[in-house]
Structures are given as C-alpha cells and as structure tokens.
C-alpha cells in the first residue's frame, strides 16, 4: 500500500490490535474523532469503546494509569495530544516509567507506547511544536524513537508494541502528510537502536533524524555530495556503532536536528565522536539545530527551524577545513 | 426587565447535595456499637488484627532502632496508623491489590511480604522492591500522590479483564492535594474502576497540618467532585475501618470509593524529621488516648481473650521472626551488575560498554 506516516501508523496499530487483545489505546480525542491528526481514525469503531478510550483531559493520569495497565498485564498506548502537554505529565514518565524496571530488578515491567506529535513547520499555536527528545532520552529507561518515513513509522512502532519496555514514540507532526510511500501490508518490524544508512559516500557524515532528513537530504542532492547519511530512527540508546564506523571512513561530520542546539541530542553524539574517534577526524565535529531557546510563536518559526541554507553552509564550511 | 427579588426562588435548582458520613464502632474504652459491628467480624479475627498491630508497632520499633544505629537508610515510622492499615489490608480478599505510598509497613505485613524483603528496601536496595506477586502489592511509591493514577491504570486492567478485583490506594493527608489525586479520582470515577482510594490522614505533612493542606470540612468530600462515593472513618478503629474498607471493596464492581480514615502520626515524618520544632506535644497527648491498639486491647481484656502472659509470648515471638528477617537482609551482598541489566528489557550497547568498563577497571573495588 502507498500511504503517509500517519496512515502507516494507523495501520501499525490496528494491525497490533488485531494481534494482541492486551494493546488498548487512550488519550484526549482518540476516539470518534481519531485524534486530532486522525492517526486513530476508524479504530475505536472497529475496536470498541473499550479498547479505544477518550479520557478526561489530563495529562498525567492518561500516563500514570497507563503505567497501571502495563504493570498488570495490557500494553496501553496513551497518546498525548501535543508534546507541549506531555510535560504535565513528565513527573509520571520520569519517575515511574522510566525507573519501575530498574527499581523493582525487573519483577514489574512498563510495556507502553507513548505516542505524541513533536516539531514545527506546520503553523501551529505556541506549545504545539518542541522537539523534546533529549529531555527524555536523558532519563534512562526510556526508549525514545522518531520515525522520518511512513515505512519506519510502521516498523518501529509495531517493534515497540512487541518490546516489554517504555517507548516514547514521537512522531513529527510535519511529516505526517508530507509524503507517501509504498510499505507492506502486513506486519514488520523496524529494529529499535539501529540507525539506517540512507545515503552512502565517502566526503562527510551527516548524521540526523526526523523531520531533518528531507532537508538534508535535499541538500545532499542539490549539492551533489558524496555523504553518509545516518538517520539515526532512535534517539535513546543511540546507535552510536553506527556513526562511529561512518564517522571513521569519511573523517568529517556534520550533526543536524530540529531540537535547540543547547544541551540537545547533537552534544552526545558530538562527545561520543570527540572521545572514541577524534584520531579519525579531519575536520572539527559541526552542529547544526534549533537555537538555544523556547520555541517561537509561528510567524517566527521559519527564522528558527534549521533551514537548507543553513545546512547547506556548514557543509560548505565543513568541507573546506 | 427589572424582576422582584422573590422570583430568584423559583428559577433556582439545587442540583447538587452531599453529606459525609463518619463511622466509629470501637470507642477509646473498648465498647462497642453493636448495631454498626460488621458481618464476617469475629472475636477470633479481632484477635488477629490485633497481633497484626502490635506486629506492625513492634516492626517500626525495629526499623527506627535500626535507622539510628546506620543500619537502615531514612525511615517513614508508621506508629499511630496500625488501625487504618491493618484494618484495611484485612478487608481485602484473597486476589485484590493494593497501591502504598512510603508508609503501609503494616499492610505489607498483612499481605505476607517477606520482612527481609521490607527490610532491603529501608537498607537501600532495589531488591527490596521486588514485591513477590502472591503480595497482591505493588512497591512503595516516595513521589507524594503519583501512585494514585497507576491505582486507577491497575483497576482499568482489572475491570478489562473482567476479574472481580478491587484494588486499594493509600495516600495521605498531604497528597490529596496533588493534582494527580483527583486526575486518579476523576479518571476512575468517569470509567467506574474497582479502586477503593484511602486517605490515611495522619494530620501532618511533615510540619504542615492539616488545616493548611485544605479547607475542606473532610478530605471524603472530595470524591463528590469526581462523582464518586465517600465516606470518613475513625482511621484508629480496626473495626470501622475493617467495615468501610469492606463493603467498598464489595461494591467496587459498580465503581470507586473514597476513604478518610482520621488517624493520627505519633511520632515524626521520617527519621530525618524533628516533630518538636513544630508541633505543640499536648497534641500528641490528646491523641494518645485514642491510641489504635490500646482500645483493642481494652475490647480483648473485658471479654477475657487477652492477659498479659499472651502478651508477653506475643512480643517474644514477633521480635524472634523480625530478628531473623533483619539477619537475612544484612546479609544480602549486592551486585552493582544489577543495576545495569535492570534498565531496559535488552542491554543496549552503550550501556554494555559501561557495564564493561566498570568491570574492567575495577571500579566497584573502590
């Protein structure tokens, strides 16, 4: 079938749905409306208000009791409706999802996924547009996945609802309908804490993810480049073999992602290189992301989000040291 | 149109009312009020809540002593509340849960727990909240009023698996009010969730009283903004408790209740508190003579079902079994691996390599 991402994940749900009785969906508006993207469209009607609940508006009890149902046998998928909104019930991720594993030496298991919408570039009212990845990859325990393909949104979150952990699954509001893609029909699986290789070549290394790749990529093409491109699909546990054996053929790299530079996703990655493979390198380790503050207002978000331009020109300052 | 005043009085409806009720059975002089005495309530079960009581007091008696000697991490001391837990944890059936905060020693002991398995826990080590399934309970949960929203998630999975199974919560005064107590509530009020919620309301925050926790008349009250049933109990009267928490737990099948059990924390918040520098002791005064255990006591002896040689054999034979528990958990060796492979379901390779290292190097010798 050629679809979207949020097609794909529709898809990936109700196909897990059909499988396993113990997968159970809620969140605000999940229901008949099929979430404000849609991306539960047509499953509480096929799967019962049971198994597809509207819940009253709150975030931390969507996530708190969604820990209760993993810790006692179903594999709930809360979806927050807006990443902004995750954070009122961050106390519950933090605390208890990330650490009831470790905590109890593995006697109580967290098997959720935790679907909410992240990044900008859609026009959307303040709140609605962070990239929170680092903030959750930061914890431990959680496992911190973001699809940038139809295909990858499908295959990782049916890995996730096969996996006994905690997933926070973001999903790039952007992309949601920005392509489609020709993906199976049938169950598959995406490895989790693997990068994918998507270009190949021997200059640099552009290692990125979500809703970074297509501009990346359209600078790859423009400028003719012979680059790896890594997206990386898993923030947390990064995949760091991955960009450490590009990292060491091509001798240069260049970081892009949407979140603010500051203490975000690109300074692990930077460090990880620096410390295991700066012998390897030619060139200093180049960032390139969101500035160091709160997301803007819309009518400011196309001065903040990392453009072509702007990657375009740290590839050019790249190459030339 | 200017209306007369009067006409006020006939557009107004009352469309809400409430009224909480509040349950005592054992007075402080050990009589009873016959006509509330629960059914399913003997003589013989009053005596095993009250060993269970005095069990608890002598357990915390233990992990007090064992705190100030170093032997134990920071200690959140039980004494005064023995009624409201045992009274409760008693009431449960055979396959419900329950859901602590950080002071329900008594309900774990109740429900079985391994002590050496309590006692890991108040030593510092995560083994200690492995809580054994046949417990029927979930671990202690420190962050204040976070446990209540995974009660409800709990009673979700139940009533989805279509088990007759009431699962209980535990929190206190302070904690209703956290926003997560009444999102908890709300969400099991709206799904009519098995959860009996009990507010173990010991008076004190650490240093803030009640009064200032809310203005509420009762902290039952609550649960008519969530549309459930409440009621308030003498948290120092097993036999209330034991009927209140019972006959929620019978109607759980038909949705939540809210449970104030007015008690009274005798001593200090943990070992890291000093109630002195805010309390006034002719408060703590008062409410010894609404002492939980005593008044049980009290009951036994007028009925000749307890003498002091029981007594005696009862304390000897309890501090017997927490001794041994105490001797099995220091002996317990930890292995720092574990914390490593405890993180996720599957080792990522980060974290293997440092795993490795700290082997390599020796780190833990240190």
Redesign the interface.
């Known amino acids: 079938m050629k679809v979207n991402m949020v097609s794909a994940i529709n898809n990936a749900l109700d196909l897990a749905m059909a499988e396993k009785e113990e997968v159970?969906l809620l969140g605000e508006d999940i229901g008949k409306d099929g979430g404000v993207f849609r991306a539960t469209d047509g499953l509480q009607a096929k799967y019962g208000e049971?198994r597809v609940?509207d819940?009253?508006l709150?975030e931390?009890?969507i996530?708190?009791?969604?820990?209760?149902?993993?810790?006692?046998?179903?594999h709930?998928v809360p979806e927050i409706q807006f990443a902004g909104f995750m954070l009122m019930g961050f106390?519950?991720l933090a605390?208890?999802a990330a650490r009831y594993?470790?905590?109890?030496?593995?006697?109580?298991?967290v098997?959720m996924v935790v679907r909410t919408p992240i990044s900008g570039g859609v026009r959307t009212l303040e709140h609605h547009s962070d990239s929170p990845e680092a903030l959750y990859s930061h914890l431990?325990?959680l496992?911190v996945v973001i699809p940038a393909t139809p295909y990858d949104a499908k295959g990782l979150m049916i890995k996730a609802l096969h996996?006994?952990?905690p997933v926070i699954f973001l999903e790039p509001t952007k992309l949601y309908r920005l392509f489609k893609q020709e993906i199976p029909d049938e169950m598959y699986e995406v490895e989790i804490?693997k990068a994918n290789l998507v270009k190949e070549g021997n200059d640099l290394t552009i290692v990125t993810y979500g809703t970074m790749l297509s501009v990346v990529n359209e600078v790859v093409e423009k400028k003719n480049l012979s680059a790896d491109v890594l997206d990386l699909r898993t923030i947390n546990?990064?995949d760091?073999?991955s960009i450490l054996d590009s990292v060491k053929k091509t001798g240069k790299v260049l970081i892009v992602h949407e979140a603010p530079l500051g203490f975000g996703p690109g300074a692990e990655i930077a460090a990880r290189i620096a410390e295991k493979a700066i012998f390897e390198l030619d060139a200093p380790i180049m960032r390139v992301g969101s500035n160091s503050f709160p997301y803007p207002f819309p009518g400011y978000e196309n001065y903040y989000i990392p453009n072509a331009l702007k990657v375009s020109k740290a590839v050019d300052k790249l190459l030339s040291t | 149109m200017i209306l007369p005043i009067w006409y006020g009085a006939f557009l107004i409806k009352r469309v809400f009312q409430g009224a909480v009720d509040n349950i005592q059975i054992l007075d402080e002089n050990g009589d009873i009020d016959a006509s509330l005495f629960p059914s399913g309530l003997d003589d013989k079960k009053i005596l095993e809540m009250y060993r269970y009581m005095s069990f608890a007091r002598a357990l915390d008696a233990k992990c007090l002593s064992l705190q100030r000697q170093g032997r134990a991490v920071t200690y959140a001391p039980l004494i005064g509340e023995e009624a409201t837990q045992v009274g409760s944890a008693m009431a449960m059936r055979a396959g419900d849960l329950f859901v602590p905060n950080f002071r329900q020693h008594a309900v774990y002991l109740v429900r079985g727990l391994p002590l050496e398995i309590m006692f890991l826990y108040w030593r510092g080590f995560e083994e200690g909240a492995a809580i054994p399934k046949e417990v029927g309970g979930f671990p202690y949960i420190v962050p204040v009023s976070s446990q209540m929203p995974h009660a409800a998630g709990i009673a979700f999975a139940q009533k989805y698996n279509k088990k007759d199974v009431a699962v209980l919560a535990y929190v206190g005064d302070g904690g209703t009010s956290e926003g997560d107590f009444y999102e908890a509530l709300n969400f099991a009020g709206v799904f009519k969730l098995p959860m009996v919620a009990i507010i173990e309301n010991n008076q004190w925050a650490i240093s803030v009283p009640r009064s200032k926790q809310s203005a509420a008349e009762t902290l039952a009250q609550k649960g008519f903004a969530a549309g459930i049933r409440c009621v308030q109990v003498d948290g120092n009267d097993v036999i209330a408790v034991y009927k209140v928490i019972s006959e929620a737990i019978a109607n759980a099948k038909d949705g939540p209740t809210l449970i104030e059990c007015v008690t009274y924390r005798m001593s200090m918040h943990t070992t890291a508190d000093d109630p002195t520098k805010y309390r006034d002791p002719a408060e703590v005064e008062i409410w010894k003579a609404r002492d939980p255990i005593d008044r049980v006591r009290k009951y036994l002896s007028k009925k000749a079902l307890w003498s002091l040689e029981l007594e005696k054999a009862m304390g000897e034979e309890q501090l017997k079994i927490i001794d041994e528990a105490v001797a099995k958990a220091e002996a317990f060796k930890p292995d720092p691996k574990s914390m490593f492979e405890n993180v996720y379901g599957y080792m990522p390779q980060v974290l293997q390599d440092e795993l490795d290292d700290s082997v390599a190097n020796n780190f833990w010798q240190g």
């Open positions: 159970v049971g609940m819940t009253p709150a931390s009890v996530l708190g009791a969604s820990i209760g149902m993993a810790m006692s046998g179903l709930p106390g519950q605390n208890h594993r470790s905590r109890t030496r593995s006697k109580f298991e098997p431990g325990g496992t996996m006994r952990d804490g546990p990064l760091e073999k």
